[in-house]
């Protein structure tokens, strides 16, 4: 699937069906997650894989009741990080910052990958982490960051996105370019990115 194609069909799925994910892809999905970036390379990630039906279960029975849907999911990801690590090379900002920014990245992989082969996810973030440790065995250095609910199934209605426009500023905070002709109704993001580099002087014609 082209890359365009695969950002713009990413959804969240949280209605599965019975059809299982095979551990080919599954596999396939956890290499794109430690393809990821991460500060100074240090791979602070780990994955637990959760397939067997009755983890599942007791793994969604101390999520909120909201999240009792994904019970039907087919794969279970629990993504955590190794915080001790990360603190150990960067101190407090580590622990705090760099320790789920690596493992963030790595979840956006494993969603694009999943989309690009087809299979529905989830991204879960709400859940009581001590509940999850226990659950899982988890040691005290490994902290749960997401749970990635994986399966076949139809993608919950879409959301609608605000334009690029209002998330960009220029040289600094709360400036916006006033040139409407950055701004085109109807623009790609790819001819807004040239139309920006030319005024900026970065595109040059060969």
């Known amino acids: 699937m082209e890359f365009e194609k695969v950002l713009k069909e990413r959804k969240s799925v949280r209605m599965f069906s019975t059809?299982?994910?095979h551990w080919d892809d599954l596999s396939e999905i956890l290499q794109a997650g430690i393809l990821a970036p991460s500060s100074g390379n240090v791979q602070n990630w780990m994955f637990i894989v959760i397939k067997h039906k009755d983890q599942i279960d007791r793994l969604v029975e101390?999520?909120?009741?909201?999240?009792?849907?994904?019970?039907?999911?087919?794969?279970?990801?629990?993504?955590?990080?190794?915080?001790?690590?990360?603190?150990?090379?960067?101190?407090?900002?580590?622990?705090a910052l760099y320790a789920v920014q690596n493992c963030a990245a790595a979840i956006e992989n494993m969603l694009l990958r999943a989309t690009d082969l087809k299979i529905g996810s989830c991204?879960?973030?709400?859940?009581?982490?001590?509940?999850?440790?226990?659950?899982?065995?988890?040691?005290?250095?490994?902290?749960?960051?997401?749970?990635?609910?994986?399966?076949?199934?139809?993608?919950?209605?879409?959301?609608?996105?605000?334009?690029?426009?209002?998330?960009?500023?220029?040289?600094?905070?709360?400036?916006?370019?006033?040139?409407?002709?950055?701004?085109?109704?109807?623009?790609?993001?790819?001819?807004?990115?040239?139309?920006v580099?030319?005024?900026?002087?970065?595109?040059?014609?060969?």
């Not at 019970?71 to 150990?88: E, F, G, Q, R």
Request: aromatic share 10%; hydrophobic share 40%.
């Open 19 to 21: 059809k299982q994910v």
């Open 62 to 95: 101390v999520l909120p009741v909201e999240q009792t849907w994904a019970k039907k999911a087919s794969v279970l990801i629990v993504v955590c990080s190794d915080v001790a690590h990360v603190k150990m090379l960067y101190g407090n900002r580590g622990e």
């Open 123 to 195: 991204w879960i973030g709400t859940f009581e982490e001590k509940d999850l440790i226990d659950v899982l065995e988890l040691p005290t250095d490994l902290r749960p960051q997401a749970i990635l609910a994986l399966g076949y199934g139809e993608a919950d209605e879409e959301k609608p996105r605000e334009p690029l426009q209002s998330f960009v500023f220029f040289e600094k905070y709360g400036q916006k370019e006033r040139d409407t002709g950055v701004w085109p109704l109807g623009r790609t993001a790819k001819n807004i990115a040239e139309a």
């Open 197 to 206: 580099g030319k005024k900026k002087g970065l595109f040059h014609k060969r």
